[in-house]
T-cell receptor, first 111, second 111 residues
Framework: NAGVTQTPKFQVLKTGQSMTLQCAQDMNHNSMYWYRQDPGMGLRLIYYSASEGTTDKGEVPNGYNVSRLNKREFSLRLESAAPSQTSVYFC??????????FGSGTQLSVL | EDQVTQSPEALRLQEGESSSLNCSYT??????LFWYRQDPGKGPEFLFTLYSAGEEKEKERLKATLTKKESFLHITAPKPEDSATYLCAVHWSGGNEKLTFGTGTRLTIIP
């Protein structure tokens, strides 16, 4: 019973490098989300996908792109990483908007 | 302007010492207020949803209440395993698909 699976758990990048964070859910949820969590700022929505084939910007989308590959998978890409993108990233999914199921997070450091 | 404010930032209690955590919000058109628990190194875990003033929800030693301006998470006779960060979030009419999260209260229960 995996729920929401994120990979990798840890990543260190140099400024300007690119990477993709992977997320998959096995609960047949329509909606998926990417959040970042920074000390003192709470969780902030980067992008979300209300259903397969659709994506929309959240509160802090600059510097990120997403792909809803199918109903199960929702990836987040950093094309040119910046130190300001150092954060913990969480993927989440839901049937109803309010009850989100979160993955265990990716801790990303950009040097 | 913060829309969701949690207090205190941190709280240390002796085992068995009851207390309350506060979540105040300034959004208009509240559609729901949610409480999540987050353990270190993990993603948030859903606890409760409250929709209207006067509503209460309970789960084990936790009880969540809602007024028109704030919510309380009451913890009765806490145990060390209740130690975690507690997050509240609101879904409101101006927020579209996103939840607006507070920064959390870090609760430590001392044996």
């Amino acid at each position: 019973n995996a729920g929401v699976t994120q990979t990798p758990k840890f990543q260190v990048l140099k400024t300007g490098q690119s990477m993709t964070l992977q997320c998959a859910q096995d609960m047949n949820h329509n909606s998926m989300y990417w959040y970042r969590q920074d000390p003192g700022m709470g969780l902030r929505l980067i992008y979300y996908s209300a259903s397969e084939g659709t994506t929309d910007k959240g509160e802090v989308p600059n510097g990120y792109n997403v792909s809803r590959l199918n109903k199960r998978e929702f990836s987040l890409r950093l094309e040119s990483a910046a130190p300001s993108q150092t954060s913990v990233y969480f993927c989440a999914s839901s049937v109803l908007r309010e009850k989100l199921f979160f993955g265990s997070g990716t801790q990303l450091s950009v040097l | 302007e913060d829309q969701v404010t949690q207090s205190p930032e941190a709280l240390r209690l002796q085992e068995g010492e009851s207390s309350s955590l506060n979540c105040s919000y300034t959004v208009s058109g509240l559609r729901g207020l949610f409480w999540y628990r987050q353990d270190p190194g993990k993603g948030p875990e859903f606890l409760f949803t409250l929709y209207s003033a006067g509503e209460e929800k309970e789960k084990e030693r936790l009880k969540a209440t809602l007024t028109k301006k704030e919510s309380f998470l009451h913890i009765t006779a806490p145990k060390p395993e209740d130690s975690a960060t507690y997050l509240c979030a609101v879904h409101w009419s101006g927020g579209n698909e996103k939840l607006t999260f507070g920064t959390g209260t870090r609760l430590t229960i001392i044996p």
